[in-house]
Nanobody, 121 residues
C-alpha cells in the first residue's frame, strides 16, 4: 500500500510564509512527477506546482515568484515553500505523486489527504 502524508499547513497572516511537506511511504518501485494542487471552497482543484524526478519545475502563474517546489528523491519527499502569502491562497493543499508500484506496471496518481492553508488579511 502507498501513502502520501502531508504536513505543514496552518493559519498565517497575509505576507507570511508556510512550508508544506509530503512524504511517500509503502511499497513501490519508483516515483515520477510530484506536485501540489489546491482546492478552494466552491472551486475546482488546480495545479500549484509540479517537479519532475530530474528537478524540472512548473508552477501556476498565480504563484510564480512566491512559491518554490523541491524534492528529495532519496527520501521520497516533496516540499512547497510558500512566501508572500495572500488571502486568495487559502485552500486545501494536496500532494500528488505519479508512482509505479511494480517494475512492470505503469505510473498511477496518488494523493495525500490534504492540508488546510488559511491566509488572513
Amino acid at each position: 500500500q502507498v501513502q502520501l502524508v502531508e504536513s505543514g499547513g496552518g493559519l498565517v497572516q497575509a505576507g507570511g510564509s508556510l512550508r508544506l511537506s509530503c512524504a511517500a511511504s509503502g511499497s513501490f518501485f519508483s516515483i515520477n512527477d510530484m506536485g501540489w494542487y489546491r482546492q478552494a471552497p466552491g472551486k475546482q482543484r488546480e495545479l500549484v506546482a509540479v517537479i519532475t524526478r530530474g528537478g524540472s519545475t512548473n508552477s501556476a502563474d498565480s504563484v510564480k515568484g512566491r512559491f518554490t517546489i523541491s524534492r528529495d528523491n532519496a527520501k521520497n519527499t516533496v516540499s512547497l515553500q510558500m512566501n508572500s502569502l495572500k488571502p486568495e491562497d487559502t485552500a486545501v493543499y494536496y500532494c500528488n505523486a505519479q508512482i509505479k508500484r511494480y517494475i512492470n506496471s505503469g505510473y498511477s496518481p496518488y494523493w495525500g489527504q490534504g492540508t488546510q492553508v488559511t491566509v488572513s488579511s
